[in-house]
């Protein structure tokens, strides 16, 4: 009860003063860190995405649905959400939620208007793949680093090699249209990209070494060694 009067006040909060509060305090706090979490100069920005159980009501149920495993009456609604953070300062930029249908991609999409020329956009494997290779840099002047997405595979034979386990390869556009794109911004996308790999052994004391494999569109070696 000693909370009541502080839930009820924020509960009057316009949504959008909230947001313009998130916003402001993220710019005062990458001005605090100044140049740190930044590559080249250039800001890097983290998305990523989870879920969390909203409360069991018929509301939430029909927009934010449980997952199909679970028997009805059993579970409760998923939201799914996107945050994108800036990497110096940890703050948090911007949200985008969804539910459990919606894929990692399309809430990205909804996030573009919150990337700026020159950032770095990194990323887990939803990320390492064609469509935001190759339309970031082009469409919005954001480069990506992201783990290769599983479906891709990366023989260094085949490689326009800089260093061990570091070349570039030149990925085809698939056939099929993407379902996160319009059939215009399909069309506008090149028929191939050049795209760098890099691999290399995540060590950890204690713990065994773990391969990792990157992508990215940061093509120069010297640049971004």
């Not at 494997?125 to 935001?132: I, K, L, N, Q």
């Not at 469409?139 to 570039?168: N, T």
């Amino acid at each position: 009860e000693a909370d009541s009067g502080y839930v009820q006040a924020r509960q009057r909060l316009p949504r959008e003063r909230l947001e313009q509060a998130v916003g402001a305090t993220a710019q005062v706090a990458d001005r605090r860190v100044g140049s740190g979490g930044q590559i080249h100069g250039r800001p890097v920005k983290v998305v990523d995405a989870s879920t969390t159980q909203l409360p069991d009501t018929q509301k939430n149920q029909k927009r934010y649905p449980q997952p199909s495993t679970q028997k009805k009456g059993c579970g409760f609604p998923v939201l799914k959400f996107m945050v994108l953070f800036s990497l110096g300062s940890g703050a948090v930029l911007n949200v985008l939620f969804g539910n459990l249908h919606d894929h990692d991609l399309r809430l990205l999409h909804g996030l573009w208007e919150a990337l700026n020329k020159g950032d770095i956009l990194l990323g887990d494997r939803a990320f390492g793949e064609y469509t935001t290779l190759a339309a970031l840099p082009r469409w919005l002047g954001v480069d990506v680093l992201a783990r290769l997405h599983q479906r891709r595979k990366a023989d260094f034979r085949q490689a326009q090699r800089l260093a061990k386990h570091d070349g570039l390869f030149v990925w085809q556009k698939g056939c099929q249209q993407s379902q996160i794109l319009s059939a215009t911004e399909w069309g506008l996308l090149p028929g191939q990209i050049t795209v760098r790999i890099i691999r290399f052994t995540a060590t950890i004391r204690g713990f065994r070494g773990r391969r990792i494999t990157l992508v990215t569109s940061l093509l120069d070696p010297e640049d971004y060694p």
